[in-house]
């Protein structure tokens, strides 16, 4: 560990550049403005890796963004073979006025490094790199067969990689999964994350007229698509916070899952996050509402003016986009389906409905004895002298369940995040010192595999 | 008629011009960045008329935009004094990638001149400024005391000219009212408007935590303001279309008012505007609905991600702004507070709830026997040959109650827009047919009067 350590700190100064490097591309995969920046990305990704570590790295088309794919030249049959998967895609920026500083040009203030990506998944794939170089330039045998496929939507619902996964099954084959892109237990205790959420997503629309109406001469004559959405949306749920789309709640796997640390402290969410209003359904925990119940959440909402003062308009249409978090044995399509037939079937009369359904994924679960668990248990306790607690996220990894039955793996997930790291959101960050935990904990766990 | 005809058609190529010149400005009053737009719209306009009338055009500061004032300088006690008001700023252009083209280059196709503020109301203003340029290029002199007062507020609550009314008193001091903002009754048909409904404005917004969220990590924990708003504003209206707000419906005038004609044809309507759903209330005529009983519009809706894709987002706030349509006797800022006292008491407890009252407006009426009245429908009659309707208008024209009580005035709407000229949505248009017509109508009441 103390070599692990030393390497890291002596060579601090470039890694950081290089991070920042990473850190200044605009890969951002939901918006197709954005294409070339993506691309670029995957192109020096490729090369940082193939200059780095002793891996043969490419950069592998799909039929959406490219995947950067990493193997040893000489696998050798006696070794464990362990994949990291990780993306190299970013969040959108907006709200951008909110950001303090520009999103795409890291800054340290107060010791966290802000950026766009500085956490997610960009600070978390670059410390799983570093190991693989501290590997190489350690002079020492990596201890592992070691693969690498890093891909560039997995905010936007990975569709390329699910399309390539049948065709690279067999590159891609592996005894082990690691996905650093969680977070920690809490500020100081390390965590390994064995599940996530599934996910699914869709969007509609209601058209009222053809075009922009006059609020006052058409006003009490048109029904306004806003009022027709608000009144739409807010059947989503009862008075209990329960989903009332048929079949929501259908296929819940039964059994209880325990030996699982959940952190949620009322009055430290309240400080920290300014959240007074809590969500979830009425009786049950907290616990529950975030890992083992699925969701449904507004995650956009729009119709009419909304710029400065007041325009007294009845908007042609009026839209939403809708996510629901999924739990083990849900079908992403299923639920998707069963919410866009709601929305349909509860429209208003009159109002044109439009629906999209994007590609949804399922929930994923790891197995908390299996070897990697053990490995990266230890190595993170090595590494922060604290015990390593077992976690489920309530985020969701779109691809990890189609992965682990792609390569047969059992998966872990792992990570340094930590719920004030601002990802999805504006002033994300993250800090040196737990870049450096991560990269310690990979390092490490090569060795205990 | 003839002489004011045929000047009209002589000077159509520079008239039209001079429309073109006015249309270009981009006086939008509601952003504050078309400020320095707005202030040049007034200098050219009182130059305008300065230069084309016998009257003298002064820029009036105000604590908001500049009116720009015109009198003739030495009124004759014998004659009849009439102010014009109208207003040289217009609406908000977006969703701007719906017009077809630049909303500040007018540009004529199908014999409709399309432009941002063709009809609402530069178009509509600018004919009565062509009145009087006719009564000078013809040599006669004016058989009237003439005055205008055109402000920059209109659109965004007319706060300016309300501010200064109590010291204008004096000089707007008139027997009669023309406000020259109104529509026709069919494509054919002219119509004189005896009244138009008030107004008041407001915004709300929800804050649920101190920055956007991340729907995964925070889905079943934090409870979203895009569904704290959706539920909120969904409980303004009862199944019977009924607005819920206490007292809303308070104050009414109880009088039936008769002898006014409205139109509305279901059919047309769907055809025109592609309207399926009609708003208003239950057991209430579409006449009513329109003119006789107050609205509560969401002029917009707004939180979280609205671009492409999905972003899993929980957001920190969302918003909505509001707009209620007052009918006589109803108080705008009893009402706004009544809306306001609504949303804050009904909101989730735990939401941040902000408003804003903007500044309202009372509904107005005129005497429909009064002498502008009778010399405003036999123009129009005798302009376009077919008997002239007496209506109420759904709109609004905040200040008019204002004016009306400032100046003494009996008050008249007049003229030649349309339901489909888009007034505050994109690809407003007017066409100079419909203009002529108003410019006729105006020229030909000043001798009436």
């Known amino acids: 560990m103390k070599d692990i350590f030393q390497w890291f700190r002596e060579n601090s100064p470039e890694l950081r550049k290089d991070y920042f490097k990473f850190l200044r591309f605009r890969s951002i995969s939901a918006d197709p403005a954005y294409r070339s920046e993506v691309l670029a990305c995957a192109e020096w990704l490729k090369t940082y890796i193939q200059e780095h570590t002793t891996l043969q790295a490419e950069v592998l088309e799909t039929p959406g963004y490219p995947l950067v794919y990493a193997e040893g030249s000489r696998p050798d049959a006696h070794k464990t ?10 969040q959108p920026i907006d709200p951008i006025e909110l950001w303090k500083s520009d999103p795409f040009e890291p800054v340290e203030r107060d010791g966290q490094i802000f950026a766009r990506g500085a956490v997610d998944d960009k600070g978390q794939i670059f410390y799983a790199i570093l190991a693989a170089r501290y590997w190489k330039e350690s002079g020492r045998q990596l201890p592992i067969n070691l693969k690498f496929c890093i891909e560039g939507e997995e905010e936007s619902s990975s569709l390329g990689l699910a399309k390539a996964l049948p065709h690279l099954k067999g590159r891609l084959r592996a005894q082990y999964l690691l996905v650093p892109d969680f977070d920690q237990f809490d500020a100081r205790t390390p965590a390994i994350s064995l599940g996530a959420r599934g996910m699914v997503s869709l969007e509609v629309t209601l058209t009222g007229s053809k075009s922009d109406l006059h609020s006052g001469l058409h006003g009490g004559l048109a029904y306004n698509p806003n009022r027709a959405l608000v009144e739409l949306l807010a059947q989503l749920w009862d008075s209990e916070g329960r989903v009332q789309v048929d079949g929501f709640y259908d296929d819940i796997a039964e059994t209880k899952e ?21 969500g979830g359904e009425k009786g049950k925990t907290m616990e529950e509402a975030n890992c083992f119940r699925p969701t449904l959440e507004l995650n956009g909402i ?19 986009k809708i996510s629901c978090r999924l739990v083990p044995s849900q079908n992403p399509e299923k639920v998707g389906r069963a919410v ?5 079937k509860r429209a208003l009369p009159g109002m044109r409905v439009e629906t999209q359904i994007y590609p949804g994924a399922y929930a994923f679960r790891g197995n908390p004895t299996s070897k990697l668990a053990g490995a990266v248990s230890q190595a993170a306790e090595e ?9 489920l996220s309530g985020a969701s990894i779109p691809i990890v369940a189609d992965l682990v039955k792609a390569t047969g793996a059992e998966v872990v997930g792992m990570g340094y995040g930590l719920p004030e790291d601002n990802i999805h959101a504006p002033n994300e960050c993250f800090d040196w010192p737990r870049l450096e935990k991560g990269f310690a904990t990979v390092a490490r766990t090569f060795e205990l595999l």
Chains 1, 2 share one sequence.
């Open 302 to 320: 729009g119709g009419g003016y909304t710029g400065a003062g007041i325009k007294t308009v009845i908007p042609a249409k009026a839209s939403a």
């Open 340 to 344: 866009e037939a709601f929305l349909k």
């Open 383 to 391: 590494v922060t002298g604290i015990p390593c607690k077992k976690v």
């Open 258 to 278: 325990t030996g699982y640390t959940f952190r949620f402290d009322r009055q430290q969410y309240r400080k920290e996050f300014g959240i007074e209003a809590l």
């Open 81 to 90: 073979t362990l994949l990291i998967y990780g993306h190299y895609d970013v």
